[in-house]
């Protein structure tokens, strides 16, 4: 299993554009969530995903938009970047909450 | 909302010491996750906890339900285990979605 994989590793964005960073599982996984984490911060919940079709917000959601068309994949859509975007972006995904699995993080970074 | 703080933020140790890593919340949880970062790294899962205390090799993790505390202890410290040490904690219901703390900075020297 290739676990939670995360692309792009890297993205320099210029303010205003908009990009989507990719985020898939392969463990058949029913719950995915999106997180940022800022220096010196907690990583902090953007959306959530129980299971295909059904999203949620998180505590800091404005400014992203996700889909859950598969229970593989878990899209997060930056429309209009910003600089306070700039942050490292994680995937996870759990199947009963036991054991969380994140993927290898996104540094976005918007100027 | 729950809080969750940990302490130290940072803590420098020698190789060989016995860590000691703290965890306090403030609403009842089910659950509590200790997770590992290592510097530019992704995060790993090391334990989750519900009652009691739990061992992995060098790694023991306990927590107290009743005082709202835990704690993430790490015997014969070595390099290799510089990291950051995340706590994070899952209130009731079925999308088991995490608080987290900031994070515990940890470098070990030789």
């Known amino acids: 299993n290739a676990g939670v994989t995360q692309t792009p590793k890297f993205r320099i964005l210029k303010i205003g554009q908009s990009m989507t960073l990719q985020c898939a599982q392969d463990?058949?996984?029913?719950?995915m969530y999106w997180y940022r984490q800022d220096p010196g911060m907690g990583l902090k919940l953007i959306y959530y995903s129980v299971g295909a079709g059904i999203t949620d917000k998180g505590e800091v959601p404005n400014g992203y938009n996700v889909s859950r068309s598969t229970t593989e994949d878990f899209p997060l859509r930056l429309e209009l970047a910003a600089p306070s975007q700039t942050s490292v972006y994680f995937c996870?995904?759990?199947?009963?909450?036991?054991?969380?699995?994140f993927g290898p993080g996104t540094r976005l970074t918007v100027t | 909302k729950n809080e969750v703080e940990q302490s130290p933020q940072n803590l420098t140790a020698q190789e060989g010491e016995f860590i000691t890593i703290n965890c306090s919340y403030s609403v009842g949880i089910s659950a509590l996750h200790w997770l590992q970062q290592h510097p530019g790294g992704g995060i790993v899962s090391l334990f989750m906890l519900s009652s009691g205390k739990k061992k992995h090799g060098r790694l023991i993790a306990t927590i107290n339900i009743q005082e709202k505390h835990s704690s993430l202890h790490i015997t014969a410290s070595h390099p290799r285990d510089s990291a950051v040490y995340i706590c994070?904690?899952?209130?009731?219901?079925?999308?088991?979605?995490?608080?987290f703390g900031k994070g515990t900075l940890l470098t070990v020297n030789p």
């Open positions: 463990m058949n996984h029913n719950y």
């Open positions: 996870a995904s759990t199947l009963d909450g036991y054991e969380q699995y």
């Open positions: 994070a904690v899952k209130g009731g219901g079925s999308n088991y979605k995490l608080t």
